[in-house]
């Protein structure tokens, strides 16, 4: 099992910027990808971005030039957000993969981010 909490959501004007954090413990050796969605109000929850064991890494069209993913250590993945939007307005989830493809096994609770225009 996986645990992952996140930190670092807010409140931000359009133009700003903000870092989430997200912390692993447990099996955390077991993870080969680690990545963050995002669900806004009404809409499905979505990639934002995601980063191999490896660090390689993808992006939604919407976020590439704006966001970066990192793993900072074996249990520690960062999204630095520059150039925040109104449309980045969600909830954002850390996930945890054991296997290279298919949905993340493991979900935090999610952390708020809200641009205001």
């Known amino acids: 099992q996986v645990q992952l909490v996140e930190s670092g959501g807010g409140l931000v004007q359009a133009g700003g910027s903000l870092r989430l954090s997200c912390a692993a413990s447990?099996?955390?050796?077991?993870?080969?990808?680690m990545g963050w969605y995002r669900q806004a109000p009404g809409k499905q929850r979505e990639l934002v971005a995601e980063?191999?064991?490896?660090?390689?890494t993808i992006y939604t069209d919407s976020v590439k030039g704006r966001f970066t993913i990192s793993r900072d250590n074996k249990n520690t993945v960062s999204l630095q957000m520059n150039s925040l939007e109104p449309e980045d307005t969600a909830v954002y989830y850390c996930?945890?993969?054991?296997?290279?493809?298919?949905?993340?096994?493991?979900w935090g609770q999610g952390t708020q981010v809200t641009v205001s225009s």
């Open positions: 996930t945890a993969n054991p296997r290279y493809w298919g949905a993340p096994t493991y």
């Open positions: 980063i191999s064991s490896s660090n390689s």
């Open positions: 447990g099996s955390i050796y077991s993870i080969s990808v």
